[in-house]
């Protein structure tokens, strides 16, 4: 046995004998152990920013979308003074050019082979009208003409110049659509649901249809918008279906599931900026104004038509067969558009 030391203690250690091993004691700060509540906070803090990353991410998205689409919009001179601004006012105009499968005209150079107004008045009633491409107007500097042949003299500025002219309403923005990217625009929202009461083959169009409705792709949709002689109302009746394929395009475009689909929302920009051109003061937000107010005018509130027709058959010498509005209620339909009242009857002959 070895003495204890002195004054008491621990005993004495044996030469080579292991040291005995303190007694644990209480953790603390910096020791390598970490308290389950500062765990659960740096847990916390990670969600915190993942989900402001998301938002971030979220918010960016759309900004840079938006931004990248601005850039690549195609703008043309259009805009002209004139016509009564009130509400909202656009012009729309689907474009052939020569060769591109538009409809035969005898008149060279580009076509507008469809003119459609939307129009949202100041107390909100919204409206989709069709101007007939053989309508007999007046075209500043160049007499009596189908109003189509304004694009040909003078390009976008004199056919908005005419439209104001003929509908007493000042044009806020005019967005011209090529037909040929009519296929890219519809398979970009993924097809669209068209409805037609007969059965059609026509073979200029190349439409083949069975009475009803029907999911239509881009190829399907455009000869459905473009099919003319095989329909019994001639230009009236293409009217209708392009404002059905334009309308039908502009719901599926925002549609909220479309949001969660970025790669889509890129391909309807490529084809929408591809396929449109628009004045020079237009913007993307100026576009997207428009897709609401489109949607209004088709939606079951929107009031559509065409105005009121003398004949189908006016035959002025030296430009062929054309459509001629009834002078006063023509007159008087556009008013009431412009105000509002307008109840979108159609007097046809």
């Not at 806020?172 to 993924?190: I, M, P, R, W």
């Amino acid at each position: 046995m070895y003495p204890n030391p002195p004054g008491g203690g621990s005993p004495a250690r044996r030469p080579g004998a292991p040291a005995t091993a303190p007694a644990p004691g209480p953790a603390r700060p910096g020791d390598g152990a970490i308290p389950a509540k500062a765990k659960r906070r740096r847990g916390g803090r990670k969600i915190l920013i993942a989900c402001v990353l998301v938002l971030l991410a979220a918010l960016a998205w759309p900004t840079g979308l938006a931004i990248w689409a601005n850039g690549k919009l195609q703008h043309v001179e259009a805009l002209a003074p004139g016509g009564a601004e009130d509400g909202r006012t656009y012009l729309v105009a689907g474009s052939d050019q020569r060769g591109s499968g538009g409809v035969n005209d005898p008149t060279e150079g580009a076509r507008t082979d469809s003119l459609i107004l939307v129009h949202v008045a100041a107390n909100g009633q919204a409206y989709l009208v069709s101007l007939p491409r053989d309508t007999y107007v007046e075209i500043p500097g160049h007499g009596g003409q189908k109003i189509n042949a304004a694009y040909a003299f003078g390009g976008p500025k004199l056919l908005v110049e005419t439209v104001q002219s003929l509908t007493g309403m000042h044009i806020k923005h005019y967005v011209e659509v090529g037909f040929g990217s009519v296929t890219e625009l519809v398979d970009a929202v993924d097809g669209v649901n068209l409805c037609l009461d007969r059965d059609v083959s026509d073979r200029d169009s190349k439409l083949e249809w069975k009475a009803g409705c029907h999911d239509a792709n881009g190829a399907q949709a455009l000869a459905f918008a473009r099919m003319r002689k095989a329909d019994p109302l001639g230009d009236i009746g293409r009217g209708e279906r392009q404002r059905q394929v334009l309308g039908a395009v502009m719901h599926k475009a925002i549609e909220p599931a479309l949001l969660l689909q970025p790669g889509r929302q890129v391909d309807l920009v490529k084809a929408g900026t591809t396929a449109l051109t628009v004045d020079e003061d237009a913007t993307i937000f100026s576009l997207g104004r428009l897709m609401l107010d489109l949607r209004a005018a088709t939606g079951p509130e929107g009031i559509q038509g065409t105005p009121a027709i003398k004949t189908m058959n006016y035959q002025p010498g030296g430009i062929g067969q054309a459509v001629l509005l009834d002078p006063e209620e023509a007159a008087r339909d556009f008013e009431e558009i412009r105000d509002g009242t307008w109840t979108g009857r159609t007097k046809l002959p």
